[in-house]
C-alpha cells in the first residue's frame, strides 16, 4: 500500500476495494451497536439499583426508562465529528474508573472476610461457558475498532507498538486481577455485573 492507512474502512479498501469497504464497514457497525446496547443495560440496571436504595425502595424495577434516558442523551454526542473536546471527560473517567475498582475490590476482600463460605466449592473450569467467555472477552477489547485510528493520529507513531503493548498488558493483568478476586469473594453467587452483589450505601451509590 503505498498511502497510509488511516482507518479500518480504508484498510478493506485497500486488501478488498469496495466491496471489503462495505463488509468492514458492515462488521464494525455490528460490533460496536452490539457494545453500545451492552453499556446501555449496564447503565440502566445500576441508575435502577441507585435509585431503588436512594428512594427506601420506592422507586424500583424501571431500569427500561434509565436506558431510554441515556440513549437520549448520549446519541446527540455520537453525531459529534470530532471528540477532542471529549478528552478531559475521558481522562476524569478513567480516574474515576480506577478509583472504583480499588473500591470494589475493596468490599469483595470484605465480604471474604464476613462470608468465607462463598469462596467454597469454586468452579476453576466450566467447558458450558466458553461462548460466554469469547463474548465477554470480544467485549472487553471492544476498543480494538479505532486501533488504526489512533495510530494515524499519533505525532509519534513509531512508539505506537511500545505504548499498545505495555497498555494490552497492563489491562490485561488488571483485568484478570479484578475478576478473580471478585469471583473469589462471591462465588457462584455473583451477578452478571459484580457491583449488583455490594451492599446498598452512600459509596457505592457514588460508584
Known amino acids: 500500500m503505498s498511502t497510509p492507512v488511516g ?36 447503565i440502566g440496571k445500576q441508575m435502577d439499583q441507585v435509585i431503588c436504595f436512594e428512594t427506601l425502595y420506592e422507586q424500583c424495577n424501571i431500569a427500561g426508562l ?9 446519541i446527540p454526542i455520537c453525531w459529534l465529528r470530532s471528540f477532542k473536546y471529549l478528552a478531559y471527560v ?27 463460605e462463598m469462596s467454597e ?8 461457558a466458553i461462548p460466554l467467555f469469547f463474548g465477554v472477552a470480544v467485549f472487553d477489547f471492544e476498543g480494538n475498532g479505532v486501533v488504526i485510528n489512533l495510530h494515524a493520529s499519533m505525532k509519534q507513531p513509531e512508539k505506537f507498538n511500545k505504548v499498545l503493548v505495555f497498555t494490552l498488558v497492563v489491562y490485561v493483568v488488571v483485568l484478570c486481577l479484578f475478576s478473580a478476586i471478585s469471583y473469589w469473594s462471591y462465588g457462584d453467587n455473583i451477578e452478571d455485573m459484580v457491583t449488583l452483589n455490594l451492599p446498598h450505601d452512600n459509596l457505592t451509590s457514588i460508584i
Open 66 to 74: 434509565y436506558i431510554f434516558i441515556a440513549a437520549f442523551i448520549l
Open 90 to 116: 475521558s481522562m476524569a473517567s478513567n480516574i474515576f474508573l480506577v478509583f472504583a475498582l480499588f473500591i470494589i475490590m475493596g468490599y469483595c476482600f470484605s465480604n471474604h472476610s464476613e462470608n468465607p
Open 7 to 42: 482507518n479500518y474502512s480504508e484498510l478493506g479498501m485497500a486488501v478488498l476495494g469496495e466491496r471489503g469497504r462495505k463488509f468492514v464497514d458492515f462488521c464494525i457497525l455490528l460490533s460496536q451497536s452490539g457494545f453500545a446496547i451492552a453499556y446501555l443495560i449496564f
Open 121 to 128: 466449592n469454586l468452579t476453576y473450569m466450566n467447558f458450558s
